[in-house]
Each structure stands twice: as structure tokens, then as C-alpha cells.
């Protein structure tokens, strides 16, 4: 087993304006589950594959423990992959596709059927073993690949979106599948999802990455409960947390027709800069009990059983301002009265609320 260390590694792709990968420093703990999540185009595979050496490293450094491993081939570097797109050898059965890496670096034979053996039970696979990968579904497909990385006993398991492939029954079963594994097994883990949901719900510790940057690495609950600015705060959690523009005003932030009460030592952090976000979870929101509160015109309610999802845009605004007001979303008890086309007034948990720059995108409070 092994750390995982970038020291400002860097990317530059021929002809960009910008680094793909800008200045990455990460520490990756022994036997740790560290999960890359971000939009396309963040930065996320490139950082795996610069680890794997698949891409070269422009500047700085990543160390596998205490191994300087940015000039190392990927031979050299004891780690296994697991690909988006499985990358097995159609002619080879499944025993020989797990063991053909063992196969090449000389492992004798006996050896070699009980690594695969082994593997094979951990995953569920004893009795695919002599079938060729045509005769898999897609979700045996993807343990084999697993299990091709597991035989080898690597130091570091590097996971390029594996479950995309996957239709969405089947990546919820096979995500706490590896997660159950990766727990097992002990071996270091990087793993790259654009999926927030995927990434919320098996990493040790979540790293935030946008435009080549590193947002933020925290646990899932760190990163839901106290983002570090509005990026990292609307791109975690599912519906995305409410990002409501105000005018800090004395006694609080301004919404509507609305002063939503924000402390004179938070606003004193502005700096003088009246524009303010607050960002309020669809979960913070309840309906007002003396009416006052956001007002809020309600166009779309989803009954879910035992809670209700409003979909609704701040009140007062002209049918052209609609088009382009910022969504805000309440999840509210199902025995709350609901319907489409009236007004609510809403009221957030102060104490759950959090107030950002609008013009910095930092959280302030």
C-alpha cells in the first residue's frame, strides 16, 4: 500500500492558452478512497492519468510513498486501471483477461490460476471464468476489469469513470460494490466520476476540481454542509443547493421584498460590497407560518410520497425576468397544501444559510 502526492503538478496540453491541470497539490492518505468529481473539461482524468503516466507532467512532481514517480513509465509505477470502456480482449475468456497481465510479467502458472481464482470469488465471477466478454453483460464486463486490476496487486487502483457504461439501476448496485471492495482490499484508490452523487456516496475524501483547479477536498458531509465558495456549494448535492442574489442591506440581505436577517459581522466581511449570494438548501426552506418570507411564484410541484418538491422563481418579477431568474428549490412535507400558479412565502434556517461574495464567488460566513 502507498500515499499519493501532487506537488503543484501541472499540465499543458501543445497550442492551449491554459493549463489542463494548473498547479495540483493533493496528499492522498495509505489505503484512502479519494474521489475526483467535477464538470467535462475540469481536469479530473487528466490528473489520473498524468498519475498513471499516461500524460506528461510539465511541472512539479507526484509521488507514489516516498517514489518520485513523475518521469517513471507506467510499468514502472505498480498501479492498475480500470478504464471507462472495460478494454478487455474479446478472444480471451475471462480467466485469461484477469490473468494475462500476470501472464506478461513472467508469473508462474499455479500462481497465476490462484490469483485469478481468488479474485474471481471476491467478485462474483466463478462461473464466467471460461466465457469470452460477448457473452457478459455490461456490469460482469466491468468486474472483470476489476478483477484484472485486483489480481495484480498493485499499489495504487486508479479508476477512470467505470460505471458510465452502466444503466442507472445497475451503477447504484455496482458503486457500493466497489466501495464494499476498495474497504476490503485496504489499496489506495483514485477515482474519477463526473457524478457528484457517485462521488458523495463512496469517497473516503472528495476533491472539487474546475478549469484545471482544485475547489476543495473535504469528507462528502464537509463538502454539503461547508462549501468554500459558489461553485463547490452549487455543484454538490442533489437538487443543487438554492444560490439566491441579494443587496446586503442593514439588519440583513435584501431579497425581493424580503430581508432575510445575515449578521453585521458576516456583512462587515464583505468589504463593502453590497452584492451578496445566499446560498439556502431545498431541505432549509419551509413554508412561512405568519406570512413573511421569500415569496415565491410556483410553476412545478413533484409529489414524492413523503416529501414534496417545489420548483418556483422569486415573486414580482415581469413574464421576460422569469426567463432568466435563478430557479429556487424547497423541499417540503407532503402534508404541506401545494399547487401550481400561486404564490408561497418561504423562510430559510438561518442557521444552515450561507452568505458568499457575490463578486469572488468566497463564502463569507
Known sequence: MATVSFKDATRVYPGADHPAVDKLNLEIGDGEFMVLVGPSGCGKSTSLRMLAGLEEVNAGAIYIGDRDVTDLPPKDRDIAMVFQNYALYPHMTVADNMGFALKMQNVPKAERDQRVAEAAKLLGLEPFLSRKPKALSGGQRQRVAMGR??????????????????????????????????????????????????????????????????????????????????????????????????????????????????????????????????????????????????????????????DSYLYGTPAGLSPDEKLTATQIVARLHAGHPLSKHTTIRLVPDLNKMHVFATKSGERIS
Do not use: W
Not at 498493485?154 to 479508476?159: A, D, E, R
Not at 484508490?189 to 463526473?194: R, S
Open 149 to 306: 486490476a485486483i489480481v495484480r496487486q498493485p499499489q495504487v487502483f486508479l479508476m477512470d469513470e467505470p460505471l458510465s457504461n452502466l444503466d442507472a439501476k445497475l451503477r447504484v448496485s455496482t458503486r457500493t460494490q466497489i466501495a464494499a471492495l476498495q474497504q476490503r482490499l485496504g489499496v489506495t484508490t483514485v477515482y474519477v466520476t463526473h457524478d457528484q452523487v457517485e462521488a458523495m456516496t463512496m469517497g473516503d475524501r472528495v476533491a472539487v476540481m474546475k478549469d484545471g483547479l482544485l475547489q476543495q477536498c473535504d469528507s462528502p458531509l464537509t463538502l454539503y454542509e461547508s462549501p468554500k465558495n459558489l461553485f463547490v456549494a452549487g455543484f454538490i448535492g442533489s437538487p443543487a443547493m438554492n444560490l439566491v442574489q441579494g443587496k446586503a442591506v442593514p439588519g440583513g440581505v435584501q431579497v425581493g421584498d424580503y430581508v432575510i436577517p445575515v449578521s453585521r459581522e458576516v456583512l462587515g466581511r464583505a468589504g463593502g460590497d453590497t452584492d451578496l449570494t445566499l446560498g439556502i438548501r431545498p431541505e432549509h426552506l419551509s413554508a412561512s407560518p405568519d406570512g413573511r418570507g421569500i415569496g415565491v411564484d410556483v410553476a412545478v410541484v413533484e409529489e414524492l410520497g413523503a
